[in-house]
């Protein structure tokens, strides 16, 4: 049995006919053709398919297409802007080796994104650490990706004063 | 993997949820909440249900409220909600210390509290905290509603006394009593992880005068306990008198740990023992709420 979805995915409608058991990572994927959310795990451990649901952060693995009908999806691909300049999250993760096969970044951009526009924003160490305790990097060690997100977090701060 | 194909309904009543979960009776019909164990269960096909349906289109399901002494918590109430809210962390400590320990951000986002003790993983953190706070479930199904005591709820790995056809509404909590203290100690390979060991204690005084103590325990047995022969031995006496490490020594005696794959029983035996120790310490030398 078939469903029609319609949803927004960074900025953009797609309306598609789905099976329930398409997993939205899958419907983002294959459907929508944006590849840079990733899929190490399907089931909820590793967050490399961490995405923007509704501005709430999700691991898409964990939903189907069906259940993400008539929301708003942020994906990777959104934060640069359409001409292609990065993020300035995207930029500290370059300029502070924030990443190195990449394949975690996806997951971790998302997540800290959501974590620097959120309440709880802060440049405290453990904080950050935590924040983005939900995402697994096998080759950095994360100490680089917490100085990137510290980086960010300290501007984020200063705008909001 | 991927999942079996399932039929998917989203109702948004609980009224057609459970007209729903009848009229697939023989189907192996699940209700979905926030998807964080069972979908894991349906990409592996451990779980393969054949009618899906989804909770999460049903308002009256989630939210917090209160009253006459007891906070109630929508079974649809999102992890993240829970334990970030004021009113749960003034009327019950606890519940936030706990949630410290549970999962991380993002899966708290879409994981529920009703889900967390519906899949009633044997070192999941809430449902022994529910035994610690005396919680009631809040239960309906087609005959109507019942409320359960968390001690009868929560019977083993991944079961609870709810029917196939019946689904948790809500989670009633009795406020904490002036003067009472909490703590909750864990051991997880990573913080986030499901616990190796988990403890939670209440503690309630009066004029000097243990009450009553609670303690409970996740992680080592099928299902959630309460150290109930320590509990006895604690009441009635002065809070000055206890001694933390007597006490701890009295709430393993009388448990059966059995090695697992990664740790020897006597590990988690004197695990269990150092985490209580801790918890009745920190309960005692802490400022009442
Ligand atoms: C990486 C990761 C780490 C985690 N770490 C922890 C941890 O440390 N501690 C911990 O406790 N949990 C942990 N979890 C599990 C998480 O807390 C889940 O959110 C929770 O176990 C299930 O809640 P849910 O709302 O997602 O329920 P679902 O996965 O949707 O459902 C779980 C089960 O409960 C049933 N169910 C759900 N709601 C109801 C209802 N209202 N009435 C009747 N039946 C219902 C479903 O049919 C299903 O069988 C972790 C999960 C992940 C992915
Ligand atoms: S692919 Fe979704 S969490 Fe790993
Ligand atoms: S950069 Fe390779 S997994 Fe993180």
Redesign the pocket.
């Known amino acids: 049995m078939t469903h029609t979805i319609s949803l927004s995915v960074n900025g953009e409608r797609y309306t598609r006919e789905v099976e329930a058991r398409m997993l939205l990572s899958d419907f983002i994927r294959g459907e929508v053709g944006l590849t840079g959310t990733h899929v190490g795990c399907e089931h ?2 590793c967050g490399a398919c961490t995405i923007l649901i509704d501005g709430v952060a999700a691991r898409s693995c ?1 939903m189907f297409a069906v259940q993400a009908d008539g929301a708003k999806i942020e994906t990777v691909e959104g934060l640069a802007s359409r001409g292609g300049a990065l993020s300035t999250l995207q930029v500290a993760f370059r300029d502070n080796h924030g990443l190195q096969c990449g394949f975690c970044t996806p997951g971790f951009l998302m997540a800290a994104h959501e974590f620097l526009n959120g309440p709880d924003v802060s440049t405290d160490r453990e904080v950050v650490r935590e924040a983005i305790s ?1 995402n697994l990097c096998r080759c950095t060690g994360y100490e680089t990706i917490i100085d990137a997100i510290i980086e960010v977090a300290g501007m984020e701060l200063e705008n909001r004063k | 993997m991927k999942p079996s194909p399932f039929e998917y309904l989203r109702p948004d009543t609980l009224e057609a949820a459970l007209r729903a979960l009848s009229d697939h009776k023989d189907r192996d019909a ?11 269960m349906m990409n592996f096909r451990v779980a393969a249900p054949e009618v899906l349906i989804d ?1 999460n289109g049903i308002g009256e ?1 989630s939210g917090i409220s209160e009253e006459d002494g007891v906070l109630r918590i929508g ?2 109430t999102r ?1 993240a909600a829970v334990k970030s809210n004021a009113q749960v962390a003034l009327r019950m400590p606890l519940i936030p210390m706990a949630y410290e ?4 951000a993002t ?1 708290r986002n ?3 509290l ?3 003790l ?2 009633c ?1 044997p070192a ?3 449902p022994m905290v529910m035994l610690v706070c005396e919680a009631e479930m809040e239960i309906a199904g087609p005959g109507g509603t019942r409320t359960e005591a968390a001690e009868d709820f929560f019977l083993g790995t991944y079961t609870t006394s ?1 029917e196939p056809d ?4 809500a989670i009633r909590i009795p406020f904490a009593r002036p003067g009472a203290r909490f703590a909750f100690e864990e051991v ?1 390979l990573r913080r ?4 190796m060991v988990a403890v939670g204690v209440r503690l309630e005084a009066e004029g000097g005068i243990c009450k009553s103590l609670a303690i409970g325990l996740c992680g080592i047995a099928t299902v959630a306990l309460r150290a109930e022969a320590a509990e006895a031995e604690a009441a009635g006496h002065e809070l000055a008198r206890l001694n933390p490490a007597q006490l701890a020594e009295t709430a393993v005696a009388g448990i059966p740990f059995e090695d697992t794959a990664t740790q020897t029983a006597a590990f988690r035996r004197d695990t269990t023992r150092a985490l209580v120790q801790r918890a009745l310490e920190t309960c005692l030398t802490s400022e009442a709420t």
């Open positions: 909820g451990v964990l939900g | 699940k209700v979905l909440a926030g998807g964080q164990s069972l979908v894991p909770l399901l079974a649809m992890a320990h549970v999962a991380h899966v879409r994981g529920t009703g889900g967390n519906c899949h993983d999941s953190e809430m709810l019946e689904i948790l509404t997880s986030g992880d499901f616990a």
